[in-house]
């Protein structure tokens, strides 16, 4: 395993965020891909927590937090069963120093907070 990364982010936090902000600052967080999938579910700042902390928890596995990163560099595929990760820019550059190949996420609900777990796998921990 290369890299390990949890986050607790708060669903009433993240919804002041998404109230007190336009939707081009949002940009400057979640991708246009998470923005438009957000506002397509019912649960929208659910997701939109979801997202933040699938940031935050790779952030914290490739080491480094969001310092050099923009936030947008962090893409969370929701369209799929399980939620994949999409890098660009600085943090895909970490990511392929650190030899990381593939990122699991699991993630869970707890009373108004959402739990995010990622683990940063490289080749040879895939085909295990």
């Known amino acids: 395993m290369k890299g390990i990364g949890v986050d607790i982010a708060s669903i009433p936090k993240i919804a002041k965020l998404i109230a007190s902000c336009d ?3 949002l940009t400057l967080v979640f991708t246009t891909q998470e923005q ?19 940031k935050e928890a790779v952030g914290k ?35 392929q120093i650190l030899g990381i ?10 009373q108004d907070c959402v739990l995010v777990n990622v683990l940063a796998l490289c080749e040879e921990q895939i085909n295990e």
Do not use: M
């Not at 438009?36 to 699938?54: A, K, P």
């Not at 080491?63 to 943090?91: F, H, K, Y």
């Not at 190949?101 to 707890?110: C, D, G, I, R, S």
């Open 101 to 110: 190949k593939q990122w699991l996420v699991n993630w869970w609900e707890w």
């Open 61 to 95: 596995a490739l080491g480094i937090g969001l310092v050099g990163i923009d936030w947008n560099e962090i893409e969370t595929d929701l369209t799929q069963a399980q939620p994949q990760v999409r890098l660009s820019g600085q943090a895909k550059t970490q990511a």
């Open 36 to 54: 438009n999938y957000c506002h397509s579910v019912s649960d929208r700042l659910l997701y939109y927590t979801l997202c933040f902390g699938v």
């Open 23 to 25: 939707r081009e600052t």
